[in-house]
């Protein structure tokens, strides 16, 4: 019998990491075992952390095989403050292309992503999808907790 693990809490000290728009690293692990990791946007959603991707990606691709997943995001105004999430990600279709909108607005000056980031014709070759990532641990610098 395997036990679920129970849900890790993000530290309000570390919140701010997710709300604020600063790229974290979305590392998945490539059917080989070896850990593959991407430079994502990404915001929070009660106590998961979320970010875009597509199908065709790597990222999506590993997920789908194996949902362990991890994001670390690192303050770029003191670097020796982080937040590092360890879980299982579920990719979800529903609202993804709204998803990746809101976050094109928090992480750019436009207002949506196809169109103005990646050309209009992109987005029939993809399909989006929020990689929500539930929390197992949490980890953050000792210095700021």
Aim: charged residues 25%; proline residues 7%.
């Amino acid at each position: 019998m395997t036990l679920a693990a129970a849900p890790a809490a993000i530290p309000d000290s570390h919140r701010d990491l997710l709300v604020r728009p600063i790229c974290g690293v979305l590392t998945t692990l490539d059917p080989d075992g070896q850990p593959h990791s991407a430079l994502v946007w990404l915001d929070i959603e009660g106590d998961t952390v979320r970010a875009n991707t597509t199908l065709e990606r790597r990222a999506a691709r590993n997920l789908g095989r194996n949902p362990r997943a991890s994001v670390l995001v690192v303050d770029p105004d003191d670097t020796s403050r982080f937040l590092q999430v360890r879980g299982d990600a579920e990719l979800v279709l529903d609202g993804a292309l709204g998803h990746l909108d809101a976050l094109t607005r928090a992480y750019t000056r436009y207002p949506r992503f196809y169109g103005y980031v990646y050309p209009d014709a992109q987005a029939t070759r993809e399909t989006r999808v929020i990689c929500v990532l539930r929390p197992v641990r949490v980890s953050v610098d000792a210095i700021h907790r």
